[in-house]
């Protein structure tokens, strides 16, 4: 799960898997700004078939934070 979302991010952000720090963040990834954060909830909703509301979506600042929400939803 984990490394799908990790390349869900990098590919919503325009930026290379590898060049992902561990355990990403937005204060760790220049790239993922709002609208960088719109494009990795919008990635997330079509690579894992789950919309994510607007309440939870804001919530998702980091990979850990995506990859406990996208398992609460498997």
Known sequence: LRSRVRSVIAEALGIEERKLPARATT????????????????????AFDCPLDHAKAVTLLSED??????????
């Open 27 to 46: 204060d760790s990834v220049e790239q993922w700004d709002s609208l960088g954060h719109l494009a990795i909830i919008e990635n997330l909703a079509i």
């Open 65 to 74: 934070a995506i990859v406990e929400a996208i398992a609460d939803k498997q």
